[in-house]
């Protein structure tokens, strides 16, 4: 028996039931659909965050308070933590490589115009905040660079915030009130949108000095040392840590860099990502189910048609390989309509949902539809099998 042969009666038995066919890829189909469709929101969620996450660059090394050990904890909570000053900042900005040091203090105040108000983040931040995370102001200046301990009340206003106070426009030059004390509107920044949760036009920007008294905060929340490219970061991260120790007489801070932030999310998400298309490997385990369900029916009724072909000499191998051809063709047909399913519907809801991060993750694509072929091969040894070891003669008899 020729190939084409094998193909020929393979796709005439397919067709003589449309039905049990369309009924056996349909289970495949659906597996690979829903693979496909949960890896493309599983992928767009880790391009997403990754992406708003690296924004603003990848050569920043962030000193937080309190030494966290690999359990989450504090020694804090034992013994005493120093908190970081500005003085420490001071410091880390002389070192080699460095190219900006921001100090960052965050809270929430009321800021008040005219009669107007409107509740809003406060970040108190240093003047080379602009510069190190690439913000920058569309009309007016960002924070001069003031005596560190005494700087002068200037403000910088966030998109939202210059609308909300001042619909009609005017707002540099004005005096405004954050949390109750007066501040001279010096800059207004561009629209950077949402990160990570946090709308950043809805915030305004004061002296990191100031916010420290603002918020009664005995230390800053977070020092971002950012230094530029191609230099040693695991050299920089030692003298951080030299630096503050010499101060702290112990290190009771956490030096953590961008790249171990990126990387951690990176781990993260890969994990979401598998266990989406582990979750749709569970729809192909019940495609698998109905092949060789049908499959199996497919040789009790062509039993007579087996000892046929028996009878006219074709081997045990060639029928156990017609039978495996039916089944590949059935889960290959299945993959391939599930892969356009998939991919179709992910389209679909990128395009009903812009928001929303889509993003075909073809690796596990291929993974899924070279799984659909061996699904049907698999499931379908059983039944060949079955077919392939019939008597000719008792299955000549068979009605």
Do not use: C
């Not at 904890?73 to 013994?79: D, K, Q, R, T």
């Not at 009130?177 to 990160?195: F, P, Q, S």
């Amino acid at each position: 028996m020729r190939v084409g042969d094998l193909l020929g009666l393979a796709g005439g038995a397919l067709r003589a039931h449309p039905l049990r066919s369309f009924l056996s890829l349909s289970g495949i189909a659906v597996g690979i659909a829903t693979v496909v469709l949960l890896t493309s929101l599983g992928e767009g969620l880790h391009r997403f965050i990754l992406q708003e996450f690296s924004q603003f660059g990848t050569h920043i090394v962030q000193v937080v308070p309190g030494h966290r050990t690999t359990h989450g904890g504090s020694v804090g909570i034992l013994g005493t933590v120093r908190p970081l000053t500005l003085e420490d900042a001071r410091l880390l900005a002389r070192l080699p490589e460095v190219t900006a040091v921001v100090p960052l203090v965050q809270g929430n105040a009321e800021v008040e115009w005219s009669g107007l108000s409107r509740r809003t983040t406060v970040l108190g931040v240093g003047p080379q905040f602009d510069r190190a995370f690439g913000f920058r102001p569309r009309a007016g200046r960002f924070l001069p660079p003031d005596d560190p301990r005494a700087p002068r009340p200037f403000v910088v206003l966030g998109r939202k915030v210059a609308e909300a106070l001042f619909p009609a426009g005017g707002a540099l030059g004005a005096r405004v009130r954050v949390g109750g004390e007066r501040y001279r509107v010096i800059g207004l920044m561009e629209a950077k949108g949402n990160v990570l949760g946090m709308d950043l036009d809805d915030a305004v920007y004061i002296p990191v000095a100031r916010a420290l008294a603002l918020f009664d905060r005995e230390g800053l929340m977070e020092i971002d040392v950012v230094y530029r490219p191609g230099a040693d970061e695991r050299r920089l991260t030692q003298a951080i840590r030299r630096t503050l120790e010499r101060r702290h007489e112990a290190e009771d801070f956490t030096v953590v860099t961008q790249k171990d932030k990126l990387a951690v999310l990176d781990r993260i998400l890969g994990v979401i990502t598998f266990a989406v298309a582990a979750l749709g490997g569970i729809s192909l385990l019940v495609g698998a189910v109905g092949i060789l369900t049908i499959m199996t029916i497919a040789v009790h009724e062509r039993v007579h048609e087996i000892g046929l072909l028996r009878a006219l000499g074709a081997l045990r191998r060639q029928i156990l390989a017609l039978f495996l051809l039916e089944a590949a063709v059935v889960s290959t047909l299945g993959g391939v309509l599930g892969l356009a399913a998939g991919i179709g519907g992910g389209l679909l809801l990128h395009w009903s949902l812009p928001a929303l991060p889509v993003h075909v993750a073809w690796p596990y694509v291929g993974v899924a539809l070279a799984a659909s072929v061996l699904i049907g091969l698999v499931s379908g040894v059983w039944p060949a099998l079955k077919a392939a070891r019939l008597d000719p003669v008792e299955a000549l008899r068979e009605e």
